[in-house]
């Protein structure tokens, strides 16, 4: 599988990550299934896993911490992210620092981590929201310090809100962070505008999430679909939603190339960037590892259809969601 790196990753990570958000506390989460899925994924080069506190509190970075142990020959990235204390996703545009990261709740949560790990160190911590307000605050710059400094933690990492990817420029900007983490599929393009050629400049990272935009660029969506109470698609996809995006998903469904399914070219698009580190899809399934390391295998697409999908972009308000 090919791997990618930047200079402030320093580690060369598998093209194809794995999103562990669904592998914990999911109502219809299969456990045999998931360690099937995560050995399956090992098994085919995947080398990134990112995982958070969130998840399950914490029981996905137990799943983590047991694969690497399960896998001593294998050089796995560990990444997770420490939940704001205020437990706001995404965050207000007038919290504070003291609301979501106060250095004493930066340092106690990356030791909750590192418990639930089992591990004396984690690759990769992030920030799960953030504000560009924050950049300039000395007192999270030097908690971040202090733990890389420890050998706690290698590398920080901000997680940009949905529809936000602006909302990161001055956190790159300060020389603290290394890998940024923004939603990047055929709608959402965004990032493009000016994380990604910022990001490129400063040697940062960029793990790209939601490839298959919650499911409807995996063929999982259809106009009477409507999602039970507790999923969170249920308001992702509210009645509007999901009509706009169905309108656009048979228009992509129309330029298919012969032998390609929609999940494939979703997922081909993100990683033909070359400045996407990683991408992280959701894997609770063998099936679906099977399906994702087979679309990376076929490399990226060609630029007469990358320049198709570009008409496809969507700028769209973000929807408010832990992702």
Not at 3 to 11: A, I, N, P, Y
Not at 134 to 148: F, H, I, N, P, T
Not at 172 to 191: E, L, M
Request: glycine fraction near 8%; hydrophobic fraction near 40%.
């Amino acid at each position: 599988m090919e791997e990618r790196t930047t200079k402030r990753l320093g580690t060369p990570v598998s093209v194809l990550g794995h999103g562990m958000w669904g592998l914990a506390g999911w109502k219809d989460t299969d456990d045999a299934e998931v360690e099937r899925a995560l050995d399956e994924a090992v098994s085919s080069g995947v080398t990134f896993f990112d995982t958070a506190f969130a998840y399950g509190d914490g029981r996905s970075e137990g799943i983590l911490g047991n694969l690497v142990r399960l896998h001593p020959d294998v050089r796995l990235f560990t990444a997770s992210k420490m939940p704001p204390k205020n437990r706001i996703w995404p965050a207000p545009r007038d919290a504070s620092l003291d609301d979501c990261f106060p250095p004493e709740h930066i340092r106690e949560y990356t030791m909750r981590t590192l418990e639930n790990l089992g591990l004396p160190q984690v690759d990769l911590m992030q920030f799960h929201v953030w504000q560009d307000a924050w950049a300039a605050d000395e007192r999270w710059q030097r908690a971040v310090s202090d733990l890389k400094r420890e050998g706690l933690v290698r590398t920080i990492g901000i997680s940009l809100n949905r529809g936000e990817p602006w909302n990161g420029l001055a956190a790159i900007r300060t020389g603290f962070i290394d890998t940024v983490q923004v939603v990047y599929n055929i709608f959402d393009q965004a990032p493009e505008d000016e994380l990604f050629p910022l990001c490129r400049e400063q040697g940062v990272a960029v793990i790209a999430r939601v490839p298959f935009d919650e499911g409807s660029l995996a063929g999982q969506l259809s106009r009477d679909r409507v999602f039970p109470e507790g999923d969170f698609r249920r308001r992702y996809f509210s009645p509007e939603n999901t009509a706009a995006t169905m309108d656009r998903i048979e228009k992509l469904e129309k330029i298919l190339p012969v032998g390609m399914n929609l999940p494939e070219m979703a997922l081909r698009f993100v990683m033909s960037n070359p400045d996407v580190t990683t991408v992280i899809p959701g894997m609770r399934r063998v099936a679906s590892v099977r399906a994702n390391v087979a679309a990376e295998e076929a490399g990226p697409l060609d630029q007469v259809m990358i320049k198709r999908l570009r008409a496809h972009r969507w700028d769209r308000p973000p929807a408010t969601k832990p992702d």
